[in-house]
């Protein structure tokens, strides 16, 4: 077996279409030597066909970031398949309509509280539900949005991954003692079924593919992936609570959108 993450066993989140980052990070997971689990929740048929679609059909176990119970016995379930775990994935974001597309204003609590307990919560959860399957060398990663700016109709789920963003670094210090790194890959905007899900999305897509120094690809997840791959291999063994853009550049450019 060879590639970047030969021998490695993975659990991804987040697979939803082929069109996810998620499924771009399980594909060329696969295809760099890793043995892929994932997890999918609610239309798990869906899931189920969707990994089929992988270079190598990859067991589904379902889980709800907030059910407790689900989270208690992932440990067990990622063991009928794999004897430990190398890496995880968190692609995992949510948020009522009501905290979207410029209500920040008025969304109620109840419907910040989901998107927080979903996009940002789950981070914690996620990585401590799988910890008894890690060991030393092992890696946590998340996918965020630049969250050091208030972008235009992103509201509360902007809110929320400033939250992830702020959870990483206190992720990689709790684990650390571990010898497991937590970091997250800050993505541009891409044409996923979450970013259909935005009102006013086309704000970001305009933006980065006029301005972004390298040029902005909208339906190209595999920059993305490969650097989650990068962060989940053995080359960045003294990185933790990082945040790597995967942007084209944009975010380094002193101009607000």
């Not at 499924?23 to 899931?47: C, D, H, I, P, Y």
């Not at 809110?159 to 497991?180: D, T």
């Not at 920059?223 to 990185?239: E, K, Q």
Request: charged letters at 15%.
């Amino acid at each position: 077996m060879s590639g970047l993450l030969a021998g490695k066993r993975l659990l991804v989140t987040g697979v939803i279409t082929d069109q996810s980052i998620a499924f771009s990070v399980a594909k060329l997971a696969q295809e760099n030597g890793a043995t892929v689990v994932l997890t999918g929740f609610g239309r798990m048929s869906l899931v189920e066909r969707i990994a089929k679609r992988l270079p190598e059909p990859a067991p589904v176990i379902e889980l709800d970031v907030t059910n407790t119970e689900q989270l208690a016995s992932l440990a067990d379930r990622v063991r009928e398949h794999v004897d430990g775990l190398d890496g995880v994935v968190h692609s995992i974001g949510f948020a009522p309509q009501s905290c979207l597309g410029g209500g920040f204003l008025d969304a109620p609590w109840e419907d910040v509280a989901t998107a927080v307990h979903v996009s940002t919560y789950s981070y914690k959860s996620l990585a401590v539900a799988a910890l008894p399957l890690m060991s030393p060398g092992g890696a946590v990663v998340g996918l965020t949005f630049d969250a050091t700016k208030a972008w235009p109709v992103y509201d509360w789920m902007g809110v929320a991954k400033a939250g992830l963003e702020s959870a990483s670094r206190y992720l990689a210090l709790h684990l650390g003692q571990k010898g497991i790194r937590s970091n997250l890959v800050s993505a541009g905007p891409l044409r996923t079924m979450a970013a259909k899900s935005i009102p006013g999305f086309q704000q970001f897509e305009d933006a980065w593919t006029e301005r972004s120094p390298l040029g902005w690809s909208l339906t190209d997840q595999e920059p993305a992936a490969r650097a989650c791959l990068a962060l989940l291999s053995d080359w960045f063994p003294a990185t933790t609570g990082e945040i790597v853009h995967v942007d084209g550049g944009y975010h380094a450019l002193g101009a607000a959108m």
